[in-house]
T-cell receptor, first 117, second 109 residues
Framework: DTGVSQDPRHKITKRGQNVTFRCDPI?????LYWYRQTLGQGPEFLTY????????KSRLLSDRFSAERPKGSFSTLEIQRTEQGDSAMYLC???????????????FGNGTRLTVT | DAKTTQPNSMESNEEEPVHLPCNHS???????IHWYRQLPSQGPEYVIH???SNVNNRMASLAIAEDRKSSTLILHRATLRDAAVYYC??????????FGTGTRLQVTL
C-alpha cells in the first residue's frame, strides 16, 4: 500500500490560466474521489468515479472544472480560466468497493494546494 | 446529507483519555457514522466508522448512542501525535462523506 499520490503538491497560477492536477489512487481501489478544502473548513465533495465512470458531481463543480479517469486508474482534475476563488487545497481519495458502498474507508492523498494570483 | 455538530476545539493532557462528541440528530437508519482526522498539511486520515454497535480498533473506540443521534470518539490515551482536527460524518454512502468544520484537539504535556 503506497498510498494515494497527488501531483503537484503546490501550484501557483495567474487568474485566467488553466491548471491540471493528477491523482494516483491505491492500485486495487476502484473508487476515486475529489474534494476541495479551503482554510478553516472541512473538505467539500466535488466528484466521484467508480472505475472509469464518473457517477456523481457536486453542484460545486462548475463547468470550468472537469475530471477524468480514462482507464480506471489515475485521475486528472482540470480547472479552466482559474479565478481567485478557486484557491484551495484539492484532495483526492480512493476506496475499495469490496467492503460495500456504505462503509468503505476513504484513503486521502496529501492534496494539491492551488494559489490563484 | 445528515448535518453534524461538533465543538470547535478541545484540550487534553497527554496520556489521558479524550472523548470527542458529535451530534447527528438528522441521521437516517442506513447512515454510517464515520470519523476522520487531519494533521496539518496532510489529507484526512480514516479513524473509525460504525452503524449501531460500538466499535473498537487500534486507533480509537466509537460509542454510538442508542437513538443514533450522537456518537463519541474515544482516544484511550492521547499523545502529542493525536493533535489534529477530528471530523465526524454521518452519510449514506462513502461517496457523499460531508465534513463539517470539525473539532481541533490540542494535546499538552
Amino acid at each position: 500500500d503506497t498510498g494515494v499520490s497527488q501531483d503537484p503538491r503546490h501550484k501557483i497560477t495567474k487568474r485566467g490560466q488553466n491548471v491540471t492536477f493528477r491523482c494516483d489512487p491505491i492500485s486495487e481501489h476502484n473508487r476515486l474521489y475529489w474534494y476541495r478544502q479551503t482554510l478553516g473548513q472541512g473538505p467539500e465533495f466535488l466528484t466521484y468515479f467508480q472505475n472509469e465512470a464518473q457517477l456523481e458531481k457536486s453542484r460545486l463543480l462548475s463547468d470550468r472544472f472537469s475530471a477524468e479517469r480514462p482507464k480506471g486508474s489515475f485521475s486528472t482534475l482540470e480547472i479552466q480560466r482559474t479565478e481567485q476563488g478557486d484557491s484551495a487545497m484539492y484532495l483526492c481519495a480512493s476506496s475499495s468497493a469490496r467492503t460495500g458502498p456504505y462503509n468503505s474507508p476513504l484513503h486521502f492523498g496529501n492534496g494539491t494546494r492551488l494559489t490563484v494570483t | 446529507d445528515a448535518k453534524t455538530t461538533q465543538p470547535n476545539s478541545m484540550e487534553s493532557n497527554e496520556e489521558e483519555p479524550v472523548h470527542l462528541p458529535c451530534n447527528h440528530s438528522t441521521i437516517s437508519g442506513t447512515d454510517y457514522i464515520h470519523w476522520y482526522r487531519q494533521l496539518p498539511s496532510q489529507g484526512p486520515e480514516y479513524v473509525i466508522h460504525g452503524l449501531t454497535s460500538n466499535v473498537n480498533n487500534r486507533m480509537a473506540s466509537l460509542a454510538i448512542a442508542e437513538d443514533r443521534k450522537s456518537s463519541t470518539l474515544i482516544l484511550h490515551r492521547a499523545t502529542l501525535r493525536d493533535a489534529a482536527v477530528y471530523y465526524c460524518s454521518s452519510t449514506g454512502t462513502a461517496s457523499k462523506l460531508t465534513f463539517g468544520t470539525g473539532t481541533r484537539l490540542q494535546v499538552t504535556l
